[in-house]
């Protein structure tokens, strides 16, 4: 394993901005530095993208096709409704794992459905800016093992 994309999502590029009781204080670009000082200490390549627009996440998704290894991803509020995410993850075969700050499954219903956990190797949420940190070590994880066997 090489590199690894880091996908953010709509309204993510406003961390830091206001309710940091619910995503914390860090701003992105706090997150997306921890992700490549610690994609760095594993020899891993990180890329980070933020779009508020699905369609550039699709394309996003696509071109990873190839050239990441893995992507973690963070779709925003696209996770409860985008099929056509869902579907470009099944697609492309790049391992993705899902990352939400927060605990989706502890907020409102409507939060609960994700259609990104479907085409994911899993999905980490709840533990703030540390859960993107989590998705690297899940991707090393599941391409170390793939090595092995
Ligand atoms: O918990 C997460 O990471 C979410 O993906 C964040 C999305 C939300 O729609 C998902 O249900 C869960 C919202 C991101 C909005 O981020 C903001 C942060 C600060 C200020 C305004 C928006």
Do not use: W
């Amino acid at each position: 394993m090489k590199s690894v994309l880091i996908l953010n999502g709509p309204n993510l590029n406003l961390l830091g901005t206001r309710q940091p009781e619910v995503y914390g204080s860090q701003t992105l670009a706090m997150v997306e530095d921890s992700c490549r000082q610690h994609g760095e200490q594993a020899g891993l390549e990180v890329a980070c993208y933020q779009s508020n627009h699905e369609g550039d996440l699709l394309d996003q998704i696509h071109a990873a096709k190839g050239k990441y290894d893995g992507i973690v991803l963070n779709a925003g509020a696209y996770t409860h409704s985008s099929i056509a995410l869902m579907d470009a993850i099944y697609s492309v075969e790049v391992p993705t794992v899902e990352v939400h700050l927060s605990n989706i499954h502890a907020r409102e219903t409507f939060r609960h459905t994700s259609y990104i956990g479907r085409a994911a190797l899993g999905q980490i949420c709840g533990f703030g800016a540390f859960g993107y940190l989590m998705a690297i070590d899940a991707l090393l994880q599941h391409h170390a093992s793939r090595e092995v066997s």
